[in-house]
């Protein structure tokens, strides 16, 4: 058997076209554009990367896209009037604080300052709250959220299917097995005090990788078949010396040779990101206008 490879870069940009193509209706009733703030304290040179390409994605998208830079040695309380200014800005219906902060800044209390209805990460107590008891009218973190519409796109209904998510943190691990489970899947939430992880991974039809180990889960590890998606994002040296690449908590290579469709690191999950983030904020700015979400996003 061959493993498919899921081509998230190329899924994730079906869905931005999707989401531009509503953003001319929205202007249209409510009179101006979806509105995204992303903050970013600080200047981890990723971080950055990462901001810009947020910036670019929601221009692209006819949105608009507000940032704002705080220096490394901003404070909470900084930090904290920005959100309320922007909770504030009725042009903003997306607001991102960029993750991590500073040691010095409690990401709890950013988190909790901002608007559950502008929450667009979906970290907000409330809407991991309403993501816990099924209540769909939360905002839903873009990570798993991509990682669920890649693994449907894949293999349709994921009823009773045995899944295993790696990772337990608020932003990826916890939310991906809350979504599974709703989709009824039989859930296993695994972490670093996991015993026998190879035998824990090697039940699972799904297997959601989330743990910031390059290359981590083996081949020997995986069901024939599985279907799997790596979230992690590690840069590894270069084969030349100086170069740096990226890969995946799954050794890619020798996975292909067991599974039965894999996303690949880069080109995988971190693309749907991106494009969940675009998909939130047009959800975000219809509810907040009181109109109906568009069908198909
Ligand atoms: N593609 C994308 O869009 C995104 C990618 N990422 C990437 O996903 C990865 C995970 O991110 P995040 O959830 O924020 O990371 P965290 O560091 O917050 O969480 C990592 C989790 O992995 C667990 N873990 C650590 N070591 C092991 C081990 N040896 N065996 C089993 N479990 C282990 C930890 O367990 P414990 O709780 O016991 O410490 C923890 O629950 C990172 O590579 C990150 O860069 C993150 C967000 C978005
Ligand atoms: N409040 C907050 N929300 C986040 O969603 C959030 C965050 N903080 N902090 C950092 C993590 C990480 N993250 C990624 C997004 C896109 C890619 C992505 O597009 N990756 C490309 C490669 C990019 C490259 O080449 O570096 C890919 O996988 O193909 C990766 C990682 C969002 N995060
Ligand atoms: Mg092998």
Redesign the pocket.
Known sequence: MTAAIIDGKAFAEELRARVADAVPGFAAAAGRAPGLAVVLVGEDPASSVYVRSKGKATTAAGMLSLEHRLPASATENELLEVVRLLNADPQVDGILVQ?PLPAHIDEAAVIAAIDPAKDVDGFHVVNAGKLAVGDRSGMVP??PL?CLMLLKEQRGDLSGLDAVV????????KPMAQLLLAESCTVTI?????RA?SDVVRRADIVV?????PE?VKGSWLREGAVVID????RVAGAEPGKTRLV??VDFADAMGHVGAITP?PG???????AVLLRNTLVAAHLRQGLPVPEGI
């Open positions: 993750l873009c990570t991509g790696i990772g337990r943190s608020n932003i990826v691990g695994a972490h670093s005090r996991t992880l990788a989330a743990v910031g180990r981590m979230v992690g994002i590690n995946g908590d690191v995988g999950v971190g693309p749907m990101t991106i």
